[in-house]
């Protein structure tokens, strides 16, 4: 059974950071790809980041500089590092993951709340 654990939430204000963190199990970890998304009140879940098989990340325009995704292979974990965060970042972020080629994921987490005041 597929697991994820985020947690590195909390309150900042804008131009600060954050690093989130998902612990998998379950599964291969390498066969997978990952991904952060993040839904703020009212609006629709989106895509943050996203990490392949390959460990090549890809980010969404609106984090792109400012968000770096990377995952630690002996731990199992997944980090999404948030830098010079904005009021429009506030959001729930989820991880998630299936196997590459798949969508929508299957396995999701429970999430973590992020916010960031100006």
């Known amino acids: 059974q597929v697991q994820l654990a985020e947690s590195g939430g909390g309150s900042v204000q804008a131009g600060g950071s954050l690093r989130l963190s998902c612990v998998a199990s379950?599964?291969?970890?390498?066969?997978?790809?990952m991904g952060w998304f993040r839904q703020a009140p009212g609006k629709e879940r989106e895509a943050v980041a996203a990490?392949?098989?390959?460990?090549?990340?890809s980010y969404a325009d609106s984090v792109k500089g400012r968000f770096t995704i990377s995952k630690d292979k002996a731990k199992n974990t997944l980090y999404l590092q948030m830098n010079s965060l904005k009021p429009e970042d506030t959001a729930m972020y989820y991880c998630?993951?299936?196997?590459?080629?798949?969508?929508?994921?299957?396995?999701w987490g429970q999430g973590t709340q992020v916010t960031v005041s100006s």
């Open positions: 998630a993951t299936d196997r590459c080629g798949r969508w929508p994921y299957r396995y």
């Open positions: 379950g599964y291969t970890y390498s066969s997978n790809c």
């Open positions: 990490l392949d098989s390959a460990a090549s990340g």
